[in-house]
């Protein structure tokens, strides 16, 4: 099976194509901070004030 040739990426295309990875890295990074966010709350919430009232 012949491997397929790798024409090469112009600087400008590769710039926009780093950009654009990052922003999409940074919106996910962003989308798993609030669903760890709302875990967390939905957590403190079901377990309600009896989290703070607990011996040490």
Same mark, same amino acid.
């Given at each position: ?26 919106? #996910?990074?962003? @989308?798993?901070? %609030?669903?760890? !966010?709302?875990?967390?709350? #939905?957590?403190? @919430?079901?377990? %309600?004030?009896? !989290?703070?009232?607990?011996? #040490?």
């Amino acid at each position: 099976m012949a491997e397929p040739t790798k024409t090469p990426v112009p600087r400008d295309e590769q710039a926009e194509l780093a950009a654009r990875r990052r922003k999409r890295s940074i919106a #996910l990074a962003a @989308v798993l901070g %609030g669903l760890v !966010l709302i875990l967390y709350l #939905l957590t403190v @919430v079901k377990l %309600g004030p009896a !989290l703070f009232d607990r011996p #040490l």
